[in-house]
């Protein structure tokens, strides 16, 4: 059961490792993000902080604090302007174009960035903290273009509209409305930060923007994996297909994990299927027959995807970093998205081939030469009054152009590395170009398996009327039901835009449960 965020425990920063359903539900507002009251975690935050103010007082040279950024690293700032610095580093920054990120995805970036600066490293103090936690506590919510960032040195763009709205600078989303981020700020109480020395490098040094969108990304291509199988069973019942190709034996000849867990839960949903029954059609065609062979790649590629994408996520991963046992200042590249940019590059290719197998099997079903008996383009219309009618004929026309769309988006971001900002930054991961097309890829697949879903009622519908016995288990059936209460059989055209819009919000809110495991 998902409970508010007042009714939920809090999450305590520096006490967990984040899970990718932590920041989901912190998307959500299903759970609060705060930071742990134990003096340790709060020490070791300081510490950091301290060992900066001392090697300013005793002159040391340390990146993007006492230095220009990026090629300008040998410019150094003359003290009485050291203040200044982290507040052109945002000013500066502020070029994002695009769609800015909704509010569930913004959310998610505050969580990222606090799951990294919390470790102690970045040098930061415990204000700066507070001040990403009351944030999120108020739901003021940084405008944050989606578009301006190359994954390295990490998320700089977009991130540089989190530190201004620390200080009061820029718009923000708050209570359902943009206005500038002083008017929200001084509403809920709060003063704007002034950024300490190294503070504007943590906030924006990072790869926040990209792993929070990983982690939402993981999320819902997850359940695209169940929904795909789930729909999967129902093609076969509408197209009355061959159970038996799920067969445990015959996947335990070819024993991915994954793979043999989308076959087990074709076989739960289609009751252990018919065996014997179908020796007219010994094979179906690949996408009801391989369909575990493709869902399964998902499948069996999500847990080591997770493992990149939380890694990440619990990670120190802006530069330089300060050893907050004995102050060292370790200059690295740890802002560099390379992991989750092959994450999502990988991700976004698995869900785009779940786009293409559900668009096959609905051709399947609209064909009348291969759908076994289904009226052609699934129309429910009899009589004179099927000559005008055309069933779901436009609703696969936009599967197929939402497939071949997602199946476009494929190409790798990670591979179009450029040489940026004096070729200083002359390797780059492109890792939130590559959560960006995962997200989109994402959202066409969606719409695929919403269309899918109209489908499936209609055809199992359909089959019924030809005196066909339902062979769905019943959690699948009433999964079924659900739609046929919702969904009207098509027998006279409609548009169906309004049902798809639902059905697309219905997938984003995982309305039906999908397997147990």
Same mark, same amino acid.
């Given at each position: 059961?998902?409970?508010?965020?007042?009714?939920?425990?809090?999450?305590?920063?520096?006490?967990?490792?984040?899970?990718?359903?932590?920041? /989901? +539900?912190? %998307?959500?507002?299903?759970?609060?993000? $705060? #930071?742990?009251?134990?003096?340790?975690?709060? &020490?070791?935050? !300081? @510490?950091?902080?301290?060992?900066?103010?001392?090697?300013?007082?005793?002159?040391?040279?340390?990146?993007?604090?006492?230095?220009?950024?990026?090629?300008?690293?040998?410019?150094?700032?003359?003290?009485?302007?050291?203040?200044?610095?982290?507040?052109?580093?945002?000013?500066?920054?502020?070029?994002?174009?695009?769609?800015?990120?909704?509010?569930?995805?913004?959310?998610?970036?505050?969580?990222?960035?606090?799951?990294?600066?919390?470790?102690?490293?970045?040098?930061?103090?415990?204000?700066?903290?507070?001040?990403?936690?009351?944030?999120?506590?108020?739901?003021?919510?940084?405008?944050?273009?989606?578009?301006?960032?190359?994954?390295?040195?990490?998320?700089?763009?977009?991130?540089?509209? /989190? +530190?201004? %709205?620390?200080?009061?600078?820029?718009? $923000? #989303?708050?209570?359902?409305?943009?206005?500038? &981020?002083?008017? !929200? @700020?001084?509403?809920?109480?709060?003063?704007?930060?002034?950024?300490?020395?190294?503070?504007?490098?943590?906030?924006?040094?990072?790869?926040?923007?990209?792993?929070?969108?990983?982690?939402?990304?993981?999320?819902?291509?997850?359940?695209?994996?169940?929904?795909?199988?789930?729909?999967?069973?129902?093609?076969?019942?509408?197209?009355?297909?061959?159970?038996?190709?799920?067969?445990?034996?015959?996947?335990?000849?070819?024993?991915?994990?994954?793979?043999?867990?989308?076959?087990?839960?074709?076989?739960?949903?289609?009751?252990?299927?018919?065996?014997?029954?179908?020796?007219?059609?010994?094979?179906?065609?690949?996408?009801?027959?391989?369909?575990?062979?493709?869902?399964?790649?998902?499948?069996? +590629?999500?847990?080591?995807?997770?493992?990149?994408?939380?890694?990440?996520?619990?990670?120190?991963?802006?530069?330089?970093?300060?050893?907050?046992?004995?102050?060292?200042?370790?200059?690295?590249?740890?802002?560099?998205?390379?992991?989750?940019?092959?994450?999502?590059?990988?991700?976004?290719?698995?869900?785009?081939?779940?786009?293409?197998?559900?668009?096959?099997?609905?051709?399947?079903?609209?064909?009348?030469?291969?759908?076994?008996?289904?009226?052609?383009?699934?129309?429910?219309?009899?009589?004179?009054?099927?000559?005008?009618?055309?069933?779901?004929?436009?609703?696969?026309?936009?599967?197929?152009?939402?497939?071949?769309?997602?199946?476009?988006?494929?190409?790798?971001?990670?591979?179009?590395?450029?040489?940026?900002?004096?070729?200083?930054?002359?390797?780059?991961?492109?890792?939130?170009?590559?959560?960006?097309?995962?997200?989109?890829?994402?959202?066409?697949?969606?719409?695929?398996?919403?269309?899918?879903?109209?489908?499936?009622?209609?055809?199992?519908?359909?089959?019924?009327?030809?005196?066909?016995?339902?062979?769905?288990?019943?959690?699948?059936?009433?999964?079924?039901?659900?739609?046929?209460?919702?969904?009207?059989?098509?027998?006279?055209?409609?548009?169906?835009?309004?049902?798809?819009?639902?059905?697309?919000?219905?997938?984003?809110?995982?309305?039906?449960?999908?397997?147990?495991?």
């Amino acid at each position: 059961m998902n409970l508010p965020e007042s009714e939920s425990p809090p999450l305590l920063l520096g006490e967990l490792h984040l899970r990718i359903e932590d920041v /989901v +539900a912190v %998307a959500q507002r299903r759970r609060a993000l $705060v #930071l742990s009251p134990r003096d340790e975690v709060r &020490a070791r935050i !300081a @510490l950091g902080a301290e060992h900066l103010e001392r090697l300013l007082r005793e002159d040391g040279v340390i990146y993007g604090v006492t230095t220009g950024y990026g090629d300008s690293c040998t410019v150094e700032i003359p003290p009485d302007l050291l203040a200044e610095l982290p507040h052109h580093l945002y000013a500066y920054h502020g070029c994002g174009l695009g769609r800015f990120l909704d509010a569930g995805e913004t959310r998610a970036v505050l969580a990222a960035r606090l799951a990294s600066l919390v470790h102690g490293y970045s040098g930061v103090s415990l204000a700066l903290l507070e001040g990403l936690v009351a944030l999120l506590r108020h739901d003021i919510l940084p405008r944050i273009p989606a578009e301006g960032s190359v994954g390295a040195s990490g998320d700089l763009t977009p991130l540089s509209y /989190v +530190a201004a %709205a620390l200080c009061g600078e820029r718009e $923000v #989303l708050h209570r359902g409305r943009v206005r500038p &981020a002083a008017d !929200a @700020l001084a509403e809920c109480g709060l003063m704007p930060l002034r950024l300490r020395p190294k503070e504007g490098l943590a906030i924006m040094n990072g790869t926040a923007v990209m792993t929070a969108l990983a982690c939402l990304a993981w999320a819902r291509a997850d359940y695209l994996c169940r929904l795909t199988t789930r729909l999967t069973a129902c093609a076969v019942v509408a197209s009355a297909g061959n159970a038996c190709h799920f067969d445990q034996t015959l996947f335990d000849a070819k024993p991915h994990p994954g793979q043999a867990r989308i076959a087990a839960r074709l076989r739960q949903d289609l009751g252990g299927g018919a065996q014997g029954r179908h020796q007219s059609r010994l094979q179906d065609r690949y996408s009801l027959r391989c369909a575990p062979h493709v869902i399964g790649v998902l499948e069996d +590629a999500l847990p080591f995807l997770r493992q990149l994408i939380e890694t990440e996520l619990n990670s120190a991963n802006d530069n330089p970093l300060v050893d907050p046992t004995d102050g060292r200042i370790l200059h690295g590249g740890h802002f560099y998205g390379g992991h989750i940019a092959f994450a999502m590059d990988a991700m976004k290719t698995a869900v785009a081939n779940l786009a293409d197998l559900m668009d096959r099997q609905l051709a399947l079903l609209v064909d009348a030469r291969y759908s076994h008996g289904l009226p052609a383009n699934l129309s429910g219309a009899v009589g004179p009054r099927a000559a005008i009618n055309h069933g779901l004929k436009a609703l696969q026309i936009s599967v197929s152009a939402w497939t071949a769309e997602a199946l476009k988006q494929t190409m790798p971001a990670s591979v179009f590395s450029r040489s940026t900002e004096c070729h200083n930054q002359d390797k780059v991961s492109m890792g939130t170009i590559a959560a960006r097309d995962c997200l989109r890829v994402i959202e066409l697949t969606e719409q695929v398996a919403a269309a899918m879903l109209i489908a499936a009622r209609q055809g199992i519908a359909l089959r019924q009327r030809l005196g066909a016995s339902s062979r769905l288990a019943p959690a699948a059936e009433a999964m079924l039901s659900d739609l046929s209460e919702r969904i009207r059989l098509v027998e006279e055209d409609r548009a169906l835009d309004a049902e798809l819009h639902q059905l697309v919000d219905d997938i984003r809110s995982a309305r039906w449960g999908l397997y147990e495991h």
